[in-house]
């Protein structure tokens, strides 16, 4: 079965940082690329950054670009997100996501739970 | 405001057939493929339909999906009260938006 589990969400001061974790499990993990997704409260999703199944490739949305940085450790099977710079309007649901196929982007097959981070004072 | 338009909200009666839009552009939906999530309250998104109109297994052939041009559609016949959720759309975008958007999501109410 595939699971993807989500943790590293908490309470943050503006300007700090955060690294969130995604252990998955149930498939070759080397095999696919994966995905970060955001919802902040009450509001719809926004894709954050993606990372091809050997890392080669990254991709990550304008507004996080320079702050955050997508990685991978297959051999664990785990995908990070380190944020950086947060502010409030980072303030979300943080889903990590299974892609279909590696270089299939943006086609979610798997969702975790998701982990909350919030950025404030 | 986000890339891909959607309406807000949605509804029907049980057994009708209701539609979702998705409007986007030429640097999204005009040049590459749809898919759509269905998500429950306090849950995670779900694949519900990938490439336009191909459903993952598991998801009922009631729900359908389609694409012309810049715009796409999800189908939703003989509808059910299970299928009250939120509805959204995404697609790669090859503008300074992307690489991958969504719609703002649409609100499926069961009457």
């Known amino acids: 079965e595939v699971q993807v589990v989500e943790s590293g969400g908490g309470l943050v001061q503006p300007g700090g940082s955060l690294r969130l974790s995604c252990a998955a499990s149930?498939?070759?993990?080397?095999?696919?690329?994966m995905s970060w997704v955001r919802q902040a409260p009450g509001k719809g999703l926004m894709w954050v950054a993606a990372?091809?199944?050997?890392?080669?490739?990254?991709y990550y949305a304008g507004s996080v670009k320079g702050r955050f940085t997508i990685s991978r450790d297959n051999s664990n099977s785990t995908l990070y997100l380190q944020m950086n710079s947060l502010t409030a309007e980072d303030t979300a649901v943080y889903y990590c996501?299974?892609?279909?196929?590696?270089?299939?982007?943006?086609?979610?097959?798997?969702w975790g739970r998701g982990t909350l981070v919030t950025v404030s004072s | 405001q986000s890339v891909l338009t959607q309406p807000p909200s949605a509804s029907g009666t049980p057994g009708q057939r209701v539609t979702i839009s998705c409007s986007g552009s030429?640097?999204?939906?005009?040049?590459?493929?749809v898919n759509w999530y269905q998500q429950f309250p306090g849950t995670a998104p779900q694949l519900l339909m990938y490439?336009?109109?191909q459903r993952p297994s598991g998801v009922p052939d009631r729900f359908s999906g389609s694409k012309s041009g810049t715009s796409a559609s999800l189908a939703i016949s003989g509808l059910q009260s299970e299928d009250e959720a939120d509805y959204f759309c995404?697609?790669?975008?090859?503008?300074?938006?992307?690489?991958?958007?969504f719609g703002g999501g649409t609100k499926l109410t069961v009457l």
């Open positions: 996501a299974k892609d279909l196929d590696d270089y299939i982007w943006g086609t979610l097959e798997y």
């Open positions: 149930g498939f070759p993990f080397s095999s696919y690329s």
């Open positions: 990372i091809s199944g050997s890392s080669v490739t990254t």
């Open positions: 030429s640097s999204n939906i005009g040049s590459y493929t």
């Open positions: 490439s336009n109109d």
């Open positions: 995404a697609a790669w975008d090859d503008s300074l938006n992307g690489p991958v958007v």
